[in-house]
């Protein structure tokens, strides 16, 4: 069935970046967006952005424009979520989520299992 | 951007009760873009509804979805043990996503 396997727990400094890897498989990687959803400790989830593994045309929110990217390697289905100039309030469980349309309507049906970063000095 | 807030914040009940839980976004959104969420502690998100009122695949019917324009409702009727957890809607509007604060579901 379809999966989505993520890279581990990282550790890194204010200033440094991270790149987190999104391993998909169990269906046609090419075929749905991937979107990065995060949640900081005890909080609610916030979408950092997708990216349309066929073109790699992406889309990010706001807030993140300039610090993210996003990229796929289509030969090992599978997509990288890299966050620069890290803070400590990036510190969060960062999840890869498959887009789809389920009769017309967009969801999440398939995330990965989650990767947590943390930035401390 | 579209801002989704959910209350209550909290919501304390007992199994065999029935939970209501309401989502409302700033502004008219199309119900096909409304979607929510459950998580349990140290798990990701799963799918419990689409298109506002669509069940996803394996969910028990005692959920059920509602809602048009602004105002967006998740029911579960006879809570179950394993329903208590953290419920999140969540609004795509084809370049930006959002999701509401979250509402705890916890025993009474």
């Known amino acids: 069935q379809e999966q989505l396997v993520q890279s581990g727990a990282e550790v890194r400094k204010p200033g440094a970046s991270i790149k987190v890897s999104c391993q998909a498989s169990g269906y046609s990687f090419l075929g749905y967006y991937m979107h990065w959803v995060r949640q900081a400790p005890g909080q609610g989830l916030e979408w950092l952005g997708r990216i349309d593994p066929k073109n790699g045309d992406t889309k990010s929110a706001q807030k993140f424009q300039g610090r993210v990217t996003l990229t796929t390697d289509a030969s090992f289905s599978t997509a990288y979520m890299e966050l620069s100039s890290l803070r400590s309030d990036d510190t969060a469980v960062y999840f890869c989520?498959?887009?789809?349309?389920?009769?017309?309507?967009?969801?999440?049906?398939?995330w990965g299992q989650g990767a947590l970063v943390s930035v401390s000095s | 951007e579209i801002v989704l807030a959910q209350s209550p914040g909290t919501l304390s009940l007992s199994p065999g009760e029935g939970a209501t839980l309401s989502c409302r976004a700033s502004e008219s959104v199309r119900a096909d873009s409304v979607a929510w969420y459950q998580q349990k502690p140290g798990q990701a998100p799963r799918l419990l509804i689409y298109g506002t009122l669509n069940r996803d695949t394996g969910i028990p019917d005692r959920f059920s979805g509602s809602g048009s324009g602004t105002d967006f409702t998740l029911i579960i009727s006879r809570l179950e043990p394993e329903d208590f957890a953290v419920y999140y809607c969540q609004h795509y509007g084809g370049s930006h996503l959002t999701f509401g604060q979250g509402t705890r579901l916890e025993i009474k």
């Open positions: 989520a498959r887009g789809v349309l389920l009769l017309g309507s967009f969801a999440f049906d398939t």
